[in-house]
């Protein structure tokens, strides 16, 4: 029942900005992480950035200076903020979580996915 929804992708000219949200919701009783991974036809999902619940953040080495995530966690929410946007990260960004359901149960979660298309 633990459900992810991305919101705010879109199209964007090279330089611009945009700002991806998630929230989590279901029965969640705490979450350990939460990052953004994106995936461009034809290649690997990789890891864009991450957060983990006492905050610590890492970031891929393309994207650092760049890109911000940050996190509310009384919303179960999860940003990434995207400045100076390129056209090579034009890709679909998916939201994933490790959420703790039960005190013997933690599972990984994905959302739907949202595509960022960024012009030249």
């Known amino acids: 029942q633990v459900q992810l929804v991305e919101s705010g992708g879109g199209l964007v000219q090279a330089g611009g900005s945009l700002r991806l949200s998630c929230a989590a919701s279901?029965?969640?009783?705490?979450?350990?992480?939460m990052a953004w991974y994106r995936q461009a036809p034809g290649k690997q999902r990789e890891l864009v950035a991450r957060v983990t619940n006492i905050g610590n953040t890492n970031y891929a080495d393309s994207v650092k200076g760049r890109f911000a995530i940050s996190r509310d966690n009384a919303k179960n929410t999860v940003f990434l903020q995207m400045n100076s946007l390129k056209p090579e990260d034009t890709a679909v960004y998916y939201c994933?979580?490790?959420?703790?359901?039960?005190?013997?149960?933690?599972?990984?979660?994905w959302g739907q996915g949202t595509q960022v298309t960024v012009s030249s």
């Open positions: 279901g029965a969640i009783v705490s979450i350990n992480f």
């Open positions: 994933n979580a490790g959420i703790r359901t039960s005190w013997y149960a933690s599972s990984d979660y």
